[in-house]
């Protein structure tokens, strides 16, 4: 199975932020696409879809949330955090048919 | 609107079953890959199923034989069917629909409570 693993984070609010994920095998699909999305999940709220296929940006989601990376090693970033950013994120492959997610990050404001 | 309604929850005891079902609105359900994913109370996400449009279905090891997902096309409905229920397996379930062909969970239910517990 592959395990997914995120790096925790504290961010000042208006500061860039970035989250780490790793997968302890590659996330390229037989057919050449590379299945890693990023999910927000706000308290108390379902997640909500904000990156697929390692750099799309899902509809609605601003842009200052992109997301970059290959093979095992992927990362989130936010270009500005804003007070409404705090939740916890989280990676999720989908290139296998056991699907799994990291076991997420919380962002809190120092 | 997409929406996805979960019902079916409930408390029952170690060994026992119950069926979830997931109501779907605003779409084409049988064009889309369909999920259950479900979270313990404090705790991260944890994929449970999978299921195409096709009816193929994949499994997590921890709930394989023991859990089965089907779905409904003329009733718009997924399916969670549990047995020999484990305390472990006290959680929110929630069904999730695909992004098209992205592979990307979108639009979420806001979930249903199992507890197991004697």
């Known amino acids: 199975d592959i395990v997914m693993t995120q790096t925790p984070l504290s961010v000042t609010l208006g500061q860039p932020a970035s989250i780490s994920c790793r997968s302890n095998q590659s996330l390229v699909h037989s057919d050449g696409n590379t299945y890693l999305s990023w999910l927000q999940q706000r308290p108390g709220q379902p997640p909500r879809l904000l990156i697929y296929?390692?750099?799309n940006r899902f509809s609605g989601v601003p842009d200052r949330f992109s997301g970059s990376g290959a093979g095992t090693d992927f990362t989130l970033k936010i270009s500005r955090v804003e007070a409404e950013d705090v939740g916890v994120y989280y990676c999720m492959q989908t290139a296998r048919t056991s699907r799994s997610f990291g076991q997420g990050t919380k962002l809190e404001i120092k | 609107e997409v929406q996805l309604l979960e019902s079916g929850g409930g408390l029952v005891q170690p060994g026992g079953s119950l069926r979830l079902s997931c109501a779907a609105s605003g779409f084409t359900f049988s064009n889309y890959v369909m999920n259950w994913v479900r979270q313990a109370p404090g705790k991260g996400l944890e994929w449970v199923s999978t299921?195409?449009?096709?009816?193929?279905?994949y499994y997590a090891d921890s709930v394989r034989g023991r859990f089965t997902i089907s779905r409904d096309n003329s009733r718009n409905t997924l399916y969670l069917q549990m047995n020999n229920l484990r305390v472990e397996d006290t959680a929110v379930y929630s069904c999730a629909k695909d992004f098209e062909t992205s592979l990307a969970p979108d639009y979420w239910g806001q979930g249903t409570l199992v507890t197991v517990s004697s």
């Open positions: 296929k390692i750099s």
């Open positions: 299921i195409g449009g096709a009816g193929n279905t």
